[in-house]
Nanobody, 125 residues
């Protein structure tokens, strides 16, 4: 059984919006650090948006002001709202969950114990 089930994504033109969802099925991550990672073709996986157990968010510089991550604890679901999308935002997006409340380095992939299968985002110019 998948622990983190992703949905959303797809294809959109530059300037458009998409929303990704990540539902936790077997564990409650309402008090845990959760992060969205992105892997674009030819690039290494990078963290783009994180939310810790206190609700504090961290964003990678290139997405600040355009991406927003929120968590709905009643639905045990994490969301990533992506606005003003650019072609360079294209890639596979993964949600990840840790058992930590927070960290000074939320974009270190090694601290995450659960991963979604990924969802593809394609932004055309």
């Amino acid at each position: 059984q998948e622990e983190l089930v992703q949905s959303g994504g797809g294809s959109v033109q530059a300037g458009g919006s998409l929303r990704l969802s990540c539902a936790a099925s077997t564990y409650t991550y309402s008090q845990s650090l959760m992060t969205w990672f992105r892997q674009s073709p030819g690039k290494e996986r990078e963290g783009v948006a994180a939310i810790d157990g206190n609700g504090v968010t961290t964003y990678e510089d290139s997405v600040k002001g355009r991406f927003t991550t929120v968590r709905d604890n009643t639905e045990n679901t994490l969301y990533l709202q992506m606005n003003s999308l650019k072609p360079e935002d294209s890639g596979m997006y993964y949600c990840a969950a840790s058992r930590f409340l927070s960290t000074n380095s939320p974009f270190r992939a090694s601290i995450y114990s659960a991963w979604g299968r990924g969802t593809e985002v394609t932004v055309s110019s």
